[in-house]
Nanobody, 121 residues
Framework: QVQLVESGGGLVQTGGSLRLSCAASGSIFSINAMGWYRQGPGKQRDLVASITRGGSINYADSVKGRFTISRENANNTVALQMDSLKPEDTAVYYC???????????????WGQGTQVTVSS
């Protein structure tokens, strides 16, 4: 079994900062990629940022220059530093990971439970 547990969400004012963290645990052979998605009220779930095992990083255009994704490989964690937050960043943020499990031939997609980020004007 694999679990992804997020933390760090909350309520901030416009221009403020938050740091999200996601920890993966379980029967993990390797984590091929990790990322953050978000889903606002009545909206689809969209990619915010991702990072691969090799260090390749992608950001949504809307967060470039404001958000930074990083990975702590030793602890199977990924963080999202969010600066200069805007009301349009308000959403539930979900950790995502593509993980190869020990003893199994294929990798699978796993999701965290989500953490609420609210940015007030």
């Amino acid at each position: 079994q694999v679990q992804l547990v997020e933390s760090g969400g909350g309520l901030v004012q416009t221009g403020g900062s938050l740091r999200l963290s996601c920890a993966a645990s379980g029967s993990i052979f390797s984590i091929n990629a990790m990322g953050w998605y978000r889903q606002g009220p009545g909206k689809q779930r969209d990619l915010v940022a991702s990072i691969t095992r090799g260090g390749s990083i992608n950001y949504a255009d809307s967060v470039k220059g404001r958000f930074t994704i990083s990975r702590e490989n030793a602890n199977n964690t990924v963080a999202l530093q969010m600066d200069s937050l805007k009301p349009e960043d308000t959403a539930v943020y979900y950790c995502n990971a593509h993980i190869s499990r020990r003893g199994l031939p294929n990798g699978y997609i796993y999701w965290g439970q989500g953490t609420q980020v609210t940015v007030s004007s």
